[in-house]
């Protein structure tokens, strides 16, 4: 197993997904991929990410995903597996202070936690 091998990326990915959707109860209305399957997802009032763990304080979502939740005028949840914990996001917020990486052919933005707040779902 290494970070590079997609089939242990994706099974995670949809692990997380899975886990996520579960604890929101809510209906997904789409789901986003990109070259790797599937990323998030969108419900009523959100678009959903998902990472195993916090880098430090750094979170970092598909910058298409921002862009999306902007347009949309909904925030972004991102859920963090180590941690059980979602957070939220205002997408204006990640592209004002956010930096922009690129993760293989993906553009990604790279965002300080302290930005978001917790959220609980109901």
Known sequence: MYVGDTDIVNKSQKELLK?????????????????????????????VACRSYLYGYIVSVHKQLVNYAKTKNKKI???????????MFDPIEI??????NR???????????????????I
């Open 77 to 87: 949840l991102v859920y963090f597996d180590d941690v059980d914990k979602f957070y």
């Open 95 to 100: 592209e004002k202070f956010g930096t922009i």
């Open 19 to 47: 886990k996520a959707k579960y604890k929101l109860n809510k209906l997904i209305l789409r789901d986003f991929k990109d070259s790797v399957g599937r990323y998030a997802f969108e419900v009523d009032k959100f678009v």
């Open 103 to 121: 993760r293989g052919e993906e553009e990604m933005i790279n965002f300080d936690i302290k930005n978001g707040v917790f959220y609980e779902p």
